[in-house]
């Protein structure tokens, strides 16, 4: 009953929107299941190298990035209704495309401009969940907006590794149809919906310094804060590129169970995220979670350089998923305390390109120290990232929050 309790606890008070932006967002990612296969259907498919391989995915970042800047500078422009309807209903025929490109040169044009329509989405959806979520929730709304993300990762790549067994096109065909299904709910639910916290009368919780407006491209402090986020991603995002060709090459499991261990993930972050949220928030400041989220994911990769037994290698993703669920929450978190009114948009874009520039770094750099050391030299420096990143939070994160919450 203790445990209903918490569960009950964790998710009173969200706002329905905010609960419809998560449905929304799980309807999107339940097609998540080509870019974990990605690199597998490169090299196994369509015979590129593991170099080539890391291009392809490279693209896919420079894309993402491209995407969180316009989206974000858009959706300050338009609002970010028009921006998440565009992103979802022009992703889907471009998914649907993708089967008849083959070439290195063509799947990399591809793959940047489909990267760059989806990742539109995500700086207009961050901006949706201020603007609709209880002031006193925000960061539980943005970890039910995790959480669906997660749900979406654990059922995609559990059935695409299933569907790959018979045709990669299926992973395609899913994608678009999760991306056309979410763009109409969407559309459904928030057309003419009038926004909780507009800009005109947003809460003063989220007001700093409105006398002289910041720019968000040059407030040094967040920029700084993104770079850490930038380091954390390039290391953490190793689990969408490099760690399935680990998985396949080193550990030698069949796509069926790289699937299920990928979904295993999901399926950690989807039952525990709110609890631990709702728990952690009130003990502890968000500095010290980003810090303690930033180790623990040091530590999930170094046991990929030394253990390879499925036990330990369970043991690391849920180690991995501790760490993803209390540092990027907490990420946008931090991005709407220190953003203004009338530039949420272009705060979140730059945290989102943060991200998104790990894409770019994230498959290069790590196909390249696989292809050069091997894979346990990667892990290692990886986890030397993730410490440097827990050491750059404690000291960066502070100037950007209020002081009840440093």
């Keep these: ?27 999107n990612r339940m097609g998540s299941m080509v870019l974990p296969f990605l690199g597998i259907y490169l090299i196994s498919e369509l015979n590129f190298s593991l170099e080539q391989s890391g291009i392809v995915l490279s693209c896919y970042g420079i894309g993402a990035v ?25 992703s889907a025929p471009l998914f649907l495309i993708l089967p008849y490109f ?11 401009i489909l ?3 989806s990742e539109m989405f995500r700086p207009a959806n961050s901006v949706a969940i201020t603007r609709y979520a209880k002031k006193e929730n925000i960061t539980r709304a943005f970890s039910l907006n995790r959480m669906a993300i997660n749900l979406g990762f654990s059922i995609g790549p559990s059935m695409g590794g299933f569907l790959s067994n018979y045709s990669y096109d299926l992973l395609f065909y899913c994608n678009a149809a999760a991306a056309l299904i979410a763009g109409i709910v969407f559309v459904a639910f928030f057309y003419g ?11 003063k919780d989220f007001k700093q310094n409105e006398v002289k407006e910041r720019n968000a491209y040059t407030d040094m402090p967040f920029i700084l804060f993104n770079v850490i986020c930038l380091l954390f991603s390039v290391a953490f995002f190793q689990i969408l590129n490099t760690l399935p060709l680990f998985y396949k090459d080193v550990v030698k499991m069949t796509q069926s169970e790289i699937g299920l261990l990928m979904g295993f993930s999901g399926f950690i972050i989807v039952v525990f995220e ?25 530590i999930s990769y170094s046991i990929f350089s030394f253990n390879h037994t499925i036990g330990m290698l369970y043991l690391a993703i849920s180690m991995m998923s501790i760490g993803e669920m209390l540092v990027l929450p907490l990420m946008s978190t931090v991005t709407a305390f220190r953003a203004q009114k009338n530039n949420r948009g272009a705060y979140m874009g730059l945290n989102g390109m943060s991200n998104a520039a790990a894409f770019i770094i994230s ?20 986890s030397i990232v993730l410490i440097v990143v827990a050491i750059g939070y404690h000291f960066l994160t502070k100037p950007l929050l209020p002081k009840n919450l440093q």
């Design 274 to 298: 709110m609890l631990l949220i709702h728990y952690t928030e009130k003990k502890y400041t968000i500095t010290k979670l980003l810090v303690f989220g930033s180790f623990i994911t040091a």
């Design 193 to 203: 919906r009038k926004e909780r916290n507009s800009a005109e009368h947003e809460s």
């Design 115 to 117: 990267s760059t329509i």
């Design 1 to 27: 009953m203790k445990i209903l309790k918490i569960y009950i606890d964790a998710y009173s008070g969200l706002s329905k929107e905010s609960w419809m932006l998560a449905i929304v967002m799980l309807l």
């Design 66 to 90: 491209l995407g969180s800047w316009l989206g974000g500078w858009i959706t300050d422009k338009i609002g970010n209704f028009k921006v998440q309807a565009l992103s979802l209903f022009l």
């Design 102 to 112: 083959t070439t290195v040169l063509s799947f990399s044009i591809i793959m940047l």
């Design 363 to 382: 498959p290069f750099l790590g196909t390249h120290i696989a292809t050069s050391y091997g894979f346990d030299i990667l892990w290692i420096l990886t």
